[in-house]
């Protein structure tokens, strides 16, 4: 489910999806389905990747029993097929209980503000006038971090976290 720019992941998609394993004649040790089922599941997510939280939670669902030695085992085809869908499914039921909300940045946002120069231009100064509250007409690197921190949220777009190492 999307609106405008934000998606709601609720697991709906992968529900519906192609659940089979990629055809091989190789057995699967259980870390390298994991891999493979979550590599699937963020292709199918337009490129998502899951937190650790909501994989840890499928995998409790799966009923492995010790994770450590799911990992490790030798998986034939069929069981590891058939681990591959409870998996996804798990991941989907998880994402049904608790889902995530992601927005999507496609720079639409900053390309209207950029694109009209007297509207940046008053965006930046009213940014600058809030910052420089000693009216000096200076600001310090920190303001200047914040203020492109309160912009950003401002338009949406949530905080960089590498941003300190460019300022």
Do not use: W
Not at 15 to 29: G, H, I, M, N, Y
Not at 57 to 62: E, N, T, V
Not at 137 to 163: C, D, Q, T, W, Y
């Amino acid at each position: 489910m999307a609106d405008e720019g934000l998606t709601i992941v609720d697991g709906e998609k992968l529900r519906f999806a192609d659940l089979s394993l990629p055809e091989s004649d190789v057995t699967f040790t259980g870390a390298q389905l994991l891999d493979v089922a979550d590599s699937k599941v963020s292709s199918l997510l337009g490129g998502l990747s899951l937190p650790d939280t909501v994989k840890s939670s499928a995998l409790k669902r799966l009923n492995v029993g010790d994770v450590i030695n799911f990992r490790c085992a030798e998986l034939d085809r069929e069981e590891a097929s058939s681990k591959f869908r409870e998996y996804v499914i798990a991941i989907a039921d998880e994402l049904q209980d608790d889902p995530i909300v992601a927005s999507i940045l496609d720079g639409n946002t900053l390309r209207l503000f950029l694109e009209d120069e007297d509207d940046f231009a008053m965006l930046a100064e009213n940014l600058f006038t809030e910052l420089d509250i000693e009216d000096t007409g200076k600001i310090s690197k920190s303001e200047i971090r914040n203020a492109l921190l309160h912009m950003g949220v401002e338009m949406g777009i949530p905080p960089f976290s590498g941003l300190h190492s460019y300022l």
